[in-house]
Antibody
Framework: QVQLQQSGAELTKPGSSVKISCKASGYTFTSYDISWIKQRPGQALEWIGAINPGSGGTGYNEKFKGKATLTVDKSSSTAFMQLSSLTPEDTAVYYC??????????WGQGVMVTVSS | DIQMTQSPASLSASLGETVTIQCQASEDIYSGLAWYQQKPGKSPQLLIYGASSLQDGVPSRFSGSGSGTQYSLKISSMQTEDEGVYFCQQGLKYPFTFGSGTKLEIK
């Protein structure tokens, strides 16, 4: 079955960067885009962007350009998202999801990123 | 960006009751709409895609309908396990956008 295993929780300081991972299994990694989604506590979901693991091509929500950088390592079927210049407003759970024609049938368990001095 | 307006923000329903949640897009999304259920501390789960197609494994009491800019999710007989927050999402064009969510509770 499809699994997306994300890295562990992060506690970071304002101004720093963090890189979280999403290891895919159970399907052909290069056949589906990986989307990243942000959810602040008690809030709605925000789509950050997506990456095509086959080509490395990316699409970003304008709101997150300069904040998030998406990459993949095809050899390990792992997608990464780096978040830079962190502020308390970046405190959130970040999900990766397998995208299938605009929908997300499979999600990672989420990574809690806490930005605090 | 396509704006998704979801209503109501919250509702409570009795066991066996029929529940309907609405989602309006700011432009025609040509049935490019999905519905997700999220339970506390868990990842969202896809219920409906393409406005009306039921995701594998989802109970048949869930159904989706709509076209153009207006869409709805119906739960035909509310069960205890249906408590949670429901989100709509347009998957037509980047950036994908979500509704603000509907919190559904048992009355």
């Amino acid at each position: 079955q499809v699994q997306l295993q994300q890295s562990g929780a992060e506690l970071t300081k304002p101004g720093s960067s963090v890189k979280i991972s999403c290891k895919a299994s159970g399907y052909t990694f290069t056949s589906y885009d990986i989307s990243w989604i942000k959810q602040r506590p008690g809030q709605a979901l925000e789509w950050i962007g997506a990456i095509n693991p086959g080509s490395g091509g990316t699409g970003y929500n304008e709101k997150f350009k300069g904040k998030a950088t998406l990459t993949v390592d095809k050899s390990s079927s792992t997608a990464f998202m780096q978040l830079s210049s962190l502020t308390p407003e970046d405190t959130a759970v970040y999900y990766c999801a397998r995208e299938d024609y605009g929908y997300a049938p499979d999600w990672g368990q989420g990574v809690m990123v806490t930005v605090s001095s | 960006d396509i704006q998704m307006t979801q209503s109501p923000a919250s509702l409570s329903a009795s066991l066996g009751e029929t529940v309907t949640i609405q989602c309006q897009a700011s432009e025609d999304i040509y049935s490019g709409l999905a519905w997700y259920q999220q339970k506390p501390g868990k990842s969202p789960q896809l219920l409906i895609y393409g406005a009306s197609s039921l995701q594998d494994g989802v109970p048949s009491r869930f159904s989706g309908s709509g076209s153009g800019t207006q869409y709805s999710l119906k739960i035909s007989s509310m069960q205890t396990e249906d408590e949670g927050v429901y989100f709509c999402q347009q998957g037509l064009k980047y950036p994908f956008t979500f509704g603000s969510g509907t919190k559904l509770e048992i009355k």
